[in-house]
């Protein structure tokens, strides 16, 4: 079984730039989550998808993150203008029930400079 | 809203020998589902454990077990024959039944010395 795939491995942007990071789910896994993880810190969770609707979006800083998933499958979370306090790890993760966990992809290194 | 509090912010332990991490979580939900995730630098999370609250029976795999104590919603990992593989940051996170939202600790990170 394939895992969840993420793209890139790692960015470097300048500040008041814009980035794009792609997650690409475990097949049939209905939830999908994205995480920011900073350094020495557990993952926040940023947005939820369960198929294509957002189920929690409350820590989604919606001034300058947007995130879609496409057909319930793909999913791009997007960061515009990117500030030096985005840098972190951004994490994707996917379920297909709550009791089995999720399952996360190798994650994205943000460096915002 | 519920919080995950793992109150050990490093542990180390000799190759071999046994080391048990702390976790607390604050919830008023009876169904909920608890986990432990692992984080080895390559910065993978990889799930390691998964324990069902309504499941009175403490989960195992392998060398993992956890002390699962609900009333006193405590939910530790006791790694046994600790190896140097096993070098990482641990996350405990929690799932409340009726809801998809997975929620972290703020993690331990685990030294093995050899």
């Known amino acids: 079984e394939a895992g969840v795939a993420q793209s890139p491995r790692y960015k470097i942007i300048e500040k008041r730039q814009s980035v794009a990071f792609w997650c690409n789910p475990i097949?049939?896994?209905?939830?999908l989550y994205w995480y920011q993880q900073i350094l020495g810190q557990g993952p926040k969770l940023l947005i939820q998808f369960q198929n294509n609707g957002v189920v929690d979006d409350s820590q989604l800083p919606k001034d300058r993150f947007s995130a879609e998933r496409l057909k319930g499958v793909d999913s791009t979370l997007k960061i515009q203008p990117a500030k030096l306090e985005d840098s972190a790890v951004y994490l994707c993760a996917s379920s297909l029930v709550r009791r089995a966990g999720a399952f996360f992809g190798q994650g994205t290194r943000l460096t915002v400079v | 809203a519920q919080t995950v509090t793992q109150s050990q912010p490093e542990m180390s332990v000799q190759e071999a020998e046994t080391v048990t991490l702390s976790c607390t979580y604050d919830t008023s939900e009876s169904d909920y589902y608890l986990f432990w995730y692992k984080q080895p630098p390559s910065r993978q999370m990889i799930l390691v454990i998964r324990q069902e609250a309504y499941k009175q029976q403490n989960a195992t795999e392998n060398r993992f077990s956890v002390n699962f104590q609900k009333a006193a919603k405590s939910f530790s990992l006791k790694i046994s024959d600790s190896q140097l593989g096993d070098a990482a940051m641990y996350f405990c996170a929690y799932v409340r039944g009726g809801s998809e939202k997975l929620v972290f600790g703020k993690g331990t990170k685990l030294t093995v010395n050899p």
């Open positions: 097949s049939g896994h209905a939830t």
